[in-house]
């Protein structure tokens, strides 16, 4: 963190005290977590809590089977936003 704040002052940027500082892999950023699969590929996954809140989402905007075509679009829209980041 020292080694940060030395570059960060000779840019003339500061740091906020409550910046979190770690390996990506251990890092969340915008619903996203990193990890690195077989042969040293690194690869993207959402979160338990991104991918919770999708999930409340869904539950919430689900109706009842007499009502299912608005449920599919709603459903869709999401799953679209989710690729799309």
């Known amino acids: 963190m020292e080694t940060l704040r030395r570059l960060f002052a000779k840019l ?23 990890w690195v699969a077989n042969g040293r590929e690194v690869k993207r996954r959402v979160t338990s809590n991104a991918l919770g809140a999708m999930k409340q989402r869904t539950a919430e905007i689900h109706p009842r089977a007499s009502e299912a075509p608005r449920a599919r679009d709603a459903f869709r829209s999401i799953v679209r936003l989710a690729r799309a980041a």
């Open 12 to 34: 003339k940027l500061r740091i906020e005290s409550k910046s979190a500082v770690g390996p990506p892999c251990d890092r969340k950023f915008l619903g996203y977590s990193f």
